[in-house]
């Protein structure tokens, strides 16, 4: 019996207006209803999914969150944080050097706000346009005090000059820090124990449920630790190939209410599922 859903936003809960359809919220206001915990999982910041929060009704007291790809795991009616993992200012001073070798722009981000340090040149950041939700401040490394925290940094720019970017990216980074792609112009780098799979293990041992209790749906390759960490790991019929191959259900596209329909047939029909099977 499924007693948690994870959910990712964009390209999964969201349709391609970046709206939730009037099926998929019936589909989780009775989810919910039913004593199941709907739990929105994103890169984003608390602040930067409050307006879903608030259309699904997730606000209330035993509501909670997984922001920061993982990073953070909040009550989403105090913004009270349960679980956080940093980077260190070194740590960006570490990741600033080498996207200033490869001649990509570098954003931080804490709790509050954007950092966005000098871009070398001709290489302007695209964050701005993706994160909305909080405000963007110039910086310098020097800037930055000795204690500082960030909740992860980011790579905005045209995916080909990303992909080209992270292809010269060496394996000591890879392996120092959890490097993923959450859409196709933005790298995201987060403290090596980050993933939304380990949030959600953090999430379920507070809430006492078992993975096998637990039904994640994305599309991305950020969402693939959460859909290998649950029971039924559900990949949009929009997902990428290794999503869909690391999942053991694909469901219909982010348009075609793919979310409502799983969560229709897996938790208020309560249907059993064949492994790799799909919509």
């Known amino acids: 019996m499924i007693k948690l859903i994870a959910i990712d936003l964009d390209g999964t809960l969201l349709n391609e207006n970046k709206e939730i359809t009037p099926e998929t919220k019936e589909a989780l206001t009775k989810a919910k209803a039913k004593g199941v915990k709907v739990v929105l999982c994103t890169g984003r910041p608390l602040l930067g999914m409050a307006h879903f929060l608030e259309e699904l009704n997730l606000k209330e ?15 989403t009616q105090t913004g009270e944080v349960l ?16 996207t200033n070798e490869l001649q990509v722009p570098l954003n931080f981000i804490d709790l509050v706000q954007v950092y966005a340090p000098p871009y070398p040149e ?12 909080l405000p963007m401040v110039p910086t310098t490394m020097a800037d930055l005090p000795e204690d500082a925290e960030f909740n992860k940094a980011v790579i905005a720019v045209d995916v080909a000059i990303l992909d080209e970017a992270i292809a010269k990216i060496p394996v000591e980074f890879t392996e120092k820090y959890t490097m993923m792609k959450s859409r196709p112009v933005l790298l995201e780098v987060l403290n090596k ?29 950020n969402d693939l630790a959460m859909i290998q ?40 029909n309560e249907e059993t599922f064949n492994s790799h099977s799909n919509a």
């Open 83 to 98: 679980s956080q993992k940093t980077l260190t200012k070194a740590q960006i001073e570490e990741l600033y050097q080498l």
């Open 122 to 133: 001709n290489r302007e950041s695209l964050y701005g346009g993706i994160m909305k939700a």
């Open 229 to 268: 960490f649950a029971g039924l790991g559900v990949a949009m019929g929009n997902a990428t190939e290794e999503v869909k191959n690391g999942a053991q259900f694909v469901t219909k596209s982010n348009h075609e209410n793919g979310v409502a329909y799983a969560v229709e047939k897996f938790v208020l």
């Open 193 to 221: 124990e980050v993933d939304k799979g380990r949030g959600l293990a953090v999430l379920c041992d507070l809430l006492d449920i078992k993975p096998e209790e637990v039904m994640a749906l994305g599309d991305e390759e």
């Open 61 to 75: 007291e035993g509501d909670y969150g997984i922001t920061y790809n993982g990073g953070l795991v909040q009550k």
